[in-house]
């Protein structure tokens, strides 16, 4: 079953006739045609969705933080700045199925009292942003969207609003800040987004994953979605899998589904190689073995008992001829320069990460540097304003706990354990 990506063919299958052909836009007839707004938070309470994001927060509860009786402007907000390395999901809803995320946010707008939504775009899929547009100006004409959508006496109005590729402004609140033209850094918190947001207004921000689920959890009933799952984990994920496997790609499953299942979805190991590792929820989740992952199904609980986090869905597979002291400093690489550098836990911390990790992978490391490493990232998680401190450590924690012979072989014979193929031996600069 598909809730997402599902009955999408064709060059055209984004348009609007088409999604209403799938049965697209029923939902919020049936919203407004009698539902109250706290109907519509009892079915996503019901489904059991979580955020799609990465956080993984009941959304339903989330809904219920906006405040009922504020009287002013309340906004709605998608997150779509999918920066997170090896994570591509939503850039496929919003390429193929923007009609669903417009929906789901029209009635995440009924359901809160919001007048005024912003779907904000990760500016390097430039041409996703102008089919949004494209959407967005479908939906309009069709009157789902503007003052008193199908002839009710609910009014909303949705804009797209492109960023500028800073991984920060995933972080919710930076991408406020972004949103309001000021520079894209993260906010204390409290207070919370739900009663100092947007303009200093009552916000809700949302995943696009998470959106575009509303529409079929609306028509089908809360407990079909969540039955599609587990118990908290109601259902399907789309999964970008990617790394060395045979059939890279997004893969719409139903929570809890095995991992060795999606694995063969996915064509298997390339080359027919053995799994070393894995990376189940994007780049800032920690690393677990191969042998881990193959007796763990694929839901926040069970990734969670297992020592990591489900995360955004981001499936990265490594091999065994993956040297982990090669993969640990490109990440941390990356987390150094995308730290936007407000804290010093996490702008001082992630340079120390990164040049430690090099000077290892060059041959130059010391025994001792490993415990460093541990203590570093123990004075960066936790001890910054947003969790990119946290993404940064949390891989570095998990690849020398869990492959410490690795790293100690790579400082002590000044080379790499595996014999790599000479397409990865690539060493950043």
Same mark, same amino acid.
């Given at each position: 079953?598909?809730?997402?990506?599902? &009955?999408?063919?064709?060059?055209? =299958?984004?348009?609007?006739?088409?999604?209403?052909?799938?049965?697209?836009?029923?939902?919020?007839?049936?919203?407004?045609?009698?539902?109250?707004?706290?109907?519509?938070?009892?079915?996503?309470?019901?489904?059991?969705?979580?955020?799609?994001?990465? +956080?993984?927060?009941?959304?339903?509860?989330?809904?219920?933080?906006?405040?009922? @009786?504020?009287?002013? #402007?309340?906004?709605?907000?998608?997150?779509?700045?999918?920066?997170?390395?090896?994570?591509?999901?939503?850039?496929?809803?919003?390429?193929?199925?923007?009609?669903?995320?417009?929906?789901?946010?029209?009635?995440?707008?009924?359901?809160?009292?919001?007048?005024?939504?912003?779907?904000?775009?990760?500016?390097?899929?430039?041409?996703?942003?102008?089919?949004?547009?494209?959407?967005? +100006?479908?939906?309009?004409?069709?009157?789902?969207?503007?003052? @008193?959508?199908? =002839? !009710?006496?609910?009014?909303?109005?949705?804009?797209?609003?492109?960023?500028?590729?800073?991984?920060?402004?995933?972080?919710?609140?930076?991408?406020?800040?972004?949103?309001?033209?000021?520079?894209?850094?993260?906010?204390?918190?409290?207070?919370?987004?739900?009663?100092?947001?947007?303009?200093?207004?009552?916000?809700?921000?949302? @995943?696009?994953?998470?959106? +575009?689920?509303?529409?079929?959890?609306?028509?089908?009933?809360?407990? +079909?979605?969540?039955?599609?799952?587990?118990?908290?984990? &109601?259902?399907?994920?789309?999964?970008?899998?990617?790394?060395?496997?045979?059939?890279?790609?997004?893969? #719409?499953?139903?929570?809890?589904?095995?991992?060795?299942?999606?694995?063969?979805?996915?064509?298997?190991?390339?080359?027919?190689?053995?799994?070393?590792?894995?990376?189940?929820?994007?780049?800032?989740?920690?690393?677990?073995?191969?042998?881990?992952?193959?007796?763990?199904?694929?839901?926040?609980?069970?990734?969670?008992?297992?020592?990591?986090?489900?995360?955004?869905?981001?499936?990265?597979?490594?091999?065994?001829?993956?040297?982990?002291?090669?993969?640990?400093?490109?990440?941390?690489?990356?987390?150094?320069?995308?730290?936007?550098?407000?804290?010093?836990?996490?702008?001082?911390?992630?340079?120390?990460?990164?040049?430690?990790?090099?000077?290892?992978?060059?041959?130059?490391?010391?025994?001792?540097?490993?415990?460093?490493?541990?203590?570093? !990232?123990?004075?960066?998680?936790?001890?910054?304003?947003?969790?990119?401190?946290?993404?940064?450590?949390?891989?570095?924690?998990?690849?020398?706990?869990?492959?410490?012979?690795?790293?100690?072989?790579?400082?002590?014979?000044?080379?790499?354990?595996?014999?790599?193929?000479?397409?990865?031996?690539?060493?950043?600069?």
């Amino acid at each position: 079953m598909s809730v997402i990506l599902g &009955g999408l063919h064709g060059d055209d =299958g984004w348009r609007l006739e088409r999604y209403v052909q799938r049965g697209g836009y029923e939902a919020l007839r049936k919203v407004l045609s009698g539902m109250a707004p706290e109907q519509v938070i009892d079915e996503v309470k019901k489904s059991s969705l979580r955020g799609r994001g990465g +956080a993984g927060f009941p959304t339903g509860l989330k809904w219920t933080f906006m405040p009922k @009786n504020y009287v002013g #402007e309340k906004y709605l907000v998608c997150n779509s700045d999918e920066g997170e390395p090896g994570t591509f999901k939503d850039r496929d809803i919003l390429r193929f199925n923007p009609h669903a995320l417009i929906e789901g946010m029209i009635i995440a707008a009924y359901a809160m009292g919001a007048t005024r939504g912003y779907n904000y775009i990760h500016a390097e899929i430039w041409s996703v942003y102008l089919r949004c547009e494209e959407a967005l +100006a479908e939906a309009r004409a069709a009157g789902f969207l503007g003052q @008193n959508i199908l =002839g !009710s006496s609910f009014s909303f109005e949705l804009f797209n609003h492109h960023g500028y590729g800073a991984y920060i402004c995933g972080e919710e609140t930076a991408l406020l800040e972004s949103l309001e033209g000021k520079k894209g850094q993260p906010r204390y918190k409290p207070p919370f987004p739900a009663t100092y947001g947007l303009y200093g207004k009552p916000t809700t921000i949302n @995943n696009t994953e998470t959106f +575009a689920s509303v529409p079929w959890i609306i028509r089908n009933g809360g407990q +079909a979605f969540l039955d599609l799952g587990r118990p908290n984990n &109601g259902g399907t994920k789309i999964f970008s899998v990617s790394g060395h496997v045979n059939r890279p790609g997004n893969y #719409e499953v139903p929570l809890g589904t095995p991992f060795a299942r999606l694995l063969e979805m996915a064509g298997g190991m390339r080359g027919g190689r053995k799994l070393k590792a894995v990376i189940p929820g994007g780049s800032s989740m920690p690393v677990l073995p191969g042998e881990i992952m193959m007796q763990t199904d694929m839901d926040y609980d069970s990734i969670a008992k297992a020592g990591s986090m489900l995360g955004s869905g981001a499936v990265i597979v490594m091999d065994d001829t993956t040297c982990m002291v090669q993969a640990l400093e490109r990440l941390s690489w990356f987390y150094h320069e995308e730290s936007c550098g407000q804290c010093t836990p996490c702008r001082e911390g992630t340079g120390w990460l990164y040049r430690m990790v090099h000077r290892i992978e060059q041959g130059r490391g010391q025994q001792a540097d490993l415990d460093v490493l541990l203590s570093v !990232s123990d004075n960066i998680q936790g001890r910054t304003i947003c969790a990119l401190g946290d993404a940064a450590a949390m891989p570095v924690r998990s690849f020398v706990n869990h492959f410490r012979s690795e790293f100690e072989y790579h400082i002590t014979h000044k080379r790499c354990l595996v014999d790599r193929p000479e397409h990865v031996q690539e060493k950043v600069a």
